[in-house]
């Protein structure tokens, strides 16, 4: 599940914009996966830090979806008794995830498996005392499906989190002094649109309200709480955050030439050309500001 595109519906690490998620070269995308995850470091790590309190000495932790294996790394460091796997489709990212967990040090307790969600869950050797999933749920068709077979993977005692919902990102003013104010708004209205498509085009989709704490009751599960990470990243943004950006822009440019019209089209054209003064690599009203929801809940004893 190494799925992910930006904004409101993007997947934890993976904050790679709009695409074809049937032809991505991951071992291409890995780097800039990698590096959108870094920056995004300090978000996760509070709402692992509130996991610490729901989960305390777990065992087994997995990533369903881990991509690269940097929120991997990052349960390995704050829960140092527990053995992490990460699961994702993708061998290429999980290659890195290892060499990560190497570089890092916790490649002894680390290990992987390579597969789809949720179906691949069934090869771990022993339930997970914790399973994360941030951002791959909403790849899954039949999402109710998922979070029951989540659900049979938990030890008794066990928690689930998942990472879903927040709030859009913002990079820009309203009015940026070119082109017509507003267009990461109307950003947003077109991934919107998009998104609804992705889920459509999902073998098996069923449509569902995203109500995540009914669906985990539903799954059998008792759900212990929801809160929301901010990540605020001021302007004037230092280069790892432009970056960041002119990336997510760029995707959104490629992705929605065809809906979006002259004006806006022109005005991405010079937010991401670095030789312009008004770019996003220059201007300093550049930041980064978004906010992710985890979703908890337990497993009866």
Known sequence: MAHGHHGNHEHGIHHAGPHDHGDIDWAEMAPLLEAQ?????SLYERALAWLTDKQTEPGLIVDAGSGPGVVACLLAEAFPGARVVAVDSSEPLLERARARAERLGVGDRFSTVA????????ELDYPADLLWASRSLHHLGDQRAALAAFAERLAPGGTLAIMEGGLPARFLPRDIGIGRPGLQARLDA????????MRASLPGTVAEA?????????AGLRPTGSR??????????KDRARAYVAATLSRFREAFA????????????R??????KASVHHRPDVF?????????AAHAM
């Open 228 to 237: 929301t990470f901010l990540l605020d990243l001021p302007a004037p943004a």
């Open 190 to 197: 077109l991934e919107e649109e998009w998104f609804a498509g």
């Open 210 to 218: 995203e109500d995540w704490p009914g669906l985990m009751t539903a």
């Open 115 to 122: 597969g789809e969600l949720p179906g691949v869950l069934e």
């Open 288 to 296: 980064v500001l978004t906010a992710h929801t985890v979703h908890t």
């Open 258 to 269: 065809d809906r979006l019209d002259a004006d806006d089209r022109h005005t991405l054209d």
């Open 271 to 276: 937010l991401l050309d670095p030789d312009d």
């Open 37 to 41: 995850a870094e920056l995004f470091t």
